[in-house]
C-alpha cells in the first residue's frame, strides 16, 4: 500500500480541503515506489506461505486451526490481495479515466 501513497495522498488531501498547485509537485515518494511495491509483494507472499504453505493447518506446538477460520482467513487474505493489487496498478490503470 505505501507504493500508491503518491497517488493515494494528494486525494486524501483534497478531500481534507488542503488545496494549491503544490499539490501536483507532491512526487518525492515516488522514487520509493518500486521499493514500497517489493516490499508489499514479499509481506503478500510470506502470508500466503502462512496460509497455504505446509504448517497452515496445524502449528508445532499442536495448535490445529479449524478449517472454517482457515476458509475465513484465506478469504480475507484473496479481498486484501485484491485490494492492494488495485493500489499497486492504480497509477497505470488511472490514464484510463483521464
Sequence with gaps: MGA????VVPLVLVLMGIS???IA???AMDAWRPWFSAATLLCLALAFWNLY???SRCRSDGVCVSP??????RRWLW????????LL????YVVWFL
Design 25 to 27: 509537485n507532491l512526487t
Design 89 to 92: 496498478l492504480f497509477p497505470y
Design 4 to 7: 500508491s501513497v503518491c497517488c
Design 20 to 22: 494549491g498547485a503544490w
Design 68 to 73: 472454517q477460520v482457515l476458509a475465513r482467513r
Design 53 to 55: 504453505g505446509p504448517s
Design 79 to 86: 479481498l486484501a490481495a485484491i485490494g492492494i493489487a488495485v
